[in-house]
Antibody
Framework: QVQLQESGPRLVKPSQTLSLTCTVS??????????WNWIRQLPGKDLEWIGY???????YYNPSLQSRVIMSVDTSRNQFSLKLSSVTAADTAVYYC???????????????WGQGILVTVSS | EIVLTQSPGTLSLSPGDRATLSCRAS?????LAWYQQKAGQAPRLLIY???TRATGIPERFSGSGTGAEFTLTIDRLEPEDFAVYYC??????????FGQGTRLEIK
């Protein structure tokens, strides 16, 4: 059974960098063809996709956030990470990590999710 | 930028009823998925590629549609089905986007 777990600081000051890690268990992050994603849910409940990274390091970020986003992967620890720079109160959200399997017909959907971590941006 | 609009915002039904949820895209989309989210939990994948049930999803959940109009149907509502439902598209700009959700509540 695949499990994902987010970890990191729950309080970040404005203008600083939000850093989160997702630990994957039950499957090696470099086995199979999967995309490892970050998704956030804003206080009004809207869901926003941040981007994905593959175990090779290839990534694809949401254009609306890409200037502030860096994702990385550590296959030895079976983890992938998110850094979001220059945060403001608008970045306060529940952050989820999620797995997307490769479909031969295309598409990106999320079959396993972490439980989510609430990150608050406040001084 | 593609926008997904879900309707209705809230749907009030009774256990045993059929629920019909709509997701309309501002332009044609290639791939559409549906998720269920209960309070305090992460979303759960129900349907992908518009009509393919995800692993372990009961047959009472079905998806249909193409182009810019999609529907999630839940037959014979069970008490555990009352939740918020989101549609999600992949492939257009932005690469991934979600609808604003439909709340399915007990009447």
């Amino acid at each position: 059974q695949v499990q994902l777990q987010e970890s990191g600081p729950r309080l970040v000051k404005p203008s600083q960098t939000l850093s989160l890690t997702c630990t994957v268990s039950g499957r090696s992050i470099d086995s199979g063809t999967f995309y490892w994603n970050w998704i956030r849910q804003l206080p009004g409940k809207d869901l926003e996709w941040i981007g994905y990274i593959r175990y090779t390091g290839n990534n694809y970020y949401n254009p609306s956030l890409q200037s502030r986003v860096i994702m990385s992967v550590d296959t030895s620890r079976n983890q992938f990470s998110l850094k979001l720079s220059s945060v403001t109160a608008a970045d306060t959200a529940v952050y989820y990590c999620a797995r997307a399997p490769y479909h031969t017909g295309g598409g990106l959907d999320f079959d396993y999710w972490g439980q989510g971590i609430l990150v608050t941006v406040s001084s | 930028e593609i926008v997904l609009t879900q309707s209705p915002g809230t749907l009030s039904l009774s256990p045993g009823d059929r629920a019909t949820l709509s997701c309309r895209a501002s332009q044609s989309v290639s791939y559409l998925a549906w998720y269920q989210q209960k309070a305090g939990q992460a979303p759960r994948l129900l349907i992908y590629h518009a009509s393919t049930r995800a692993t372990g999803i009961p047959e009472r959940f079905s998806g249909s549609g193409t182009g810019a109009e999609f529907t999630l149907t839940i037959d014979r509502l069970e008490p555990e089905d009352f939740a918020v439902y989101y549609c999600q598209q992949y492939g257009n700009s932005p690469p991934v986007s979600f609808g604003q959700g439909t709340r399915l509540e007990i009447k």
